[in-house]
Every structure is written in C-alpha cells, then in structure tokens.
C-alpha cells in the first residue's frame, strides 16, 4: 500500500512555499518575493504560507516572459514573422550569445534596436550564418 502526501489528494489544493517552487520550478525566495509584491496571492497560518493551486497557476500564466514583450503594439519577437532574440538566434547558430552580440556590435550582423531589446531578422541571421560561420567549417576541414 503506497501512502500519497497531502499535497497529491485531489480534495487538497493548498502547497507551501516549497512545493510552489518545485511546481513553477523557481527558487523558495522567488515565490516569496512574488507574494511580497502581491504577485501571487498567499495566506500565512501562524508561521507558514500556504498557497491555492489555482492562485499559483494564475500567477504562472500573467508572470513576465520575454517571448510575451511588445514594443509599440506589436510582439518583439515573433518567430512567425521572422523576429528572433539574440539567445534565440545564438541557439538557432549554436554558437555563445556574446558572440552574436559582438556580431551585431561590429556590424557583422545586421540587428535593430527595439526598447532595450536586439531583434534580429531570420533573412540577416542566415546571411551572418552563411558569411561568417562557413569559414571556421572549411578552416576545420583543410
């Protein structure tokens, strides 16, 4: 017979601050702040937070993204139109972000400036991509 923790029966819908940060997979002092700044809706008994899951779901749907950022309107990044972030385009390159950074600083590749983000156009990744990281593979291969 398998025992199950009070936070598995379906009946109890309340975790701790603990059990919030496996769930969101944060850090305890992030779910901490976040109830601080009245983020995410907590009830402290005595000396404990305890936390619904359907405030913690809530919290996990309106929290900041990066992907979510617009500038004037639009979405900064959106992929379907061809709108990269510079860890996005790194990734895609598989190469380290500060060199993509270093690409556009130089002017190697060619990015704009939307608020404080960098966007970078799937047309100019692949021109960056074709001129720049061919050579270390024909380098690699003399």
Not at 18 to 36: G, P, W
Not at 50 to 77: N, P, V
Request: net charge positive; charged share 30%.
């Amino acid at each position: 017979m398998t025992k199950m923790k009070d936070s598995q029966k379906p009946e109890n819908k309340l975790v701790s601050i603990t059990e919030a940060a496996k769930l969101n997979k944060v850090t305890r002092q992030a779910i901490y702040v976040a109830i601080k700044l009245n983020k995410l809706k907590a009830s402290k008994e005595t000396t404990r937070w305890t936390i619904h899951l359907d405030d913690l779901e809530a919290y996990r749907k309106q929290k900041y993204s990066r992907s979510k950022s617009t500038f004037d309107g639009e979405l900064l990044f959106d992929n379907s139109k061809g709108y990269y972030s510079v860890n996005q385009v790194a990734k895609m390159l598989s190469v380290p972000a500060q060199k993509i950074y270093y690409a556009t600083r130089v002017g190697m590749l060619k990015a704009h400036r939307r608020g404080a983000a960098w966007v970078i156009y799937v047309n100019d990744m692949k021109a960056y991509a074709e001129a720049n990281l061919k050579k270390k593979n024909i380098r690699k291969a003399i």
